[in-house]
């Protein structure tokens, strides 16, 4: 297991709540000034480019509403993809996913996904799994490589990781042997 991001260590000394085993990907943006609003569970996922907002200023921009402050939790094992807003006072499920680019602006129950602008729930986790290996099954195109979460990876698995997805696309791209 890496050692903890700088991030999540400056976040947890400003009064976030965070778990063992999470993952910030590359520009994520947590609003600081707030941190003491933010529950993180263990094994969450943020991929690269999500956004937490823990306030809600543009009412009071607009037309001097006062600003809205609120907590935002991310329960264990769920995952953000690239470039997810989480609005304040969203709570993510326990395994939920949140599909790339979406604005949740509601709770996403446990182990479900959920996807758009504003994110909708689209089917449960299990649905996808199956959906998923059906299509590996139907299409040739579509590469599966096996590998266990990041967080239980070690170094050596990512090295074994790496390989193996480089000859499947290798192996892809080249089509079979005739």
């Known amino acids: 297991m890496p050692p903890d991001d700088p991030r999540i260590a400056e976040l947890r000394e400003l009064g976030a709540s965070i778990g063992h085993a999470?993952?910030?990907g590359p520009e994520v943006y947590v609003e600081k000034d707030f941190a003491s609003?933010?529950?993180?569970e263990?094994?969450?996922v943020l991929s690269q480019g999500t956004t937490v907002l823990l306030h809600d200023s543009s009412l009071n921009n607009v037309a001097g509403h006062a600003i809205r402050f609120s907590a935002v939790t991310l329960r264990s094992g769920c995952y953000l993809g690239a470039n997810v807003t989480i609005l304040c006072g969203v709570e993510v499920g326990a395994g939920a996913l949140i599909g790339a680019c979406s604005l949740v602006t509601s709770d996403i129950p446990a182990g479900m996904v959920a996807?758009?602008?504003?994110?909708?729930?689209t089917a449960s986790v299990s649905e996808i799994v199956e959906r998923h290996r059906q299509r590996a099954i139907e299409d040739p195109g579509w590469i599966d490589v096996p590998a266990k979460p990041w967080r239980d990876r070690s170094d050596d698995d990512n090295v074994a990781l790496y390989d193996a997805i480089t000859r499947s696309i290798h192996g892809q791209v080249q089509g079979p042997s005739i």
């Open 37 to 40: 609003l933010l529950t993180i």
């Open 42 to 44: 263990d094994g969450v």
């Open 22 to 24: 999470v993952y910030f």
């Open 115 to 121: 996807a758009g602008q504003p994110a909708r729930v």
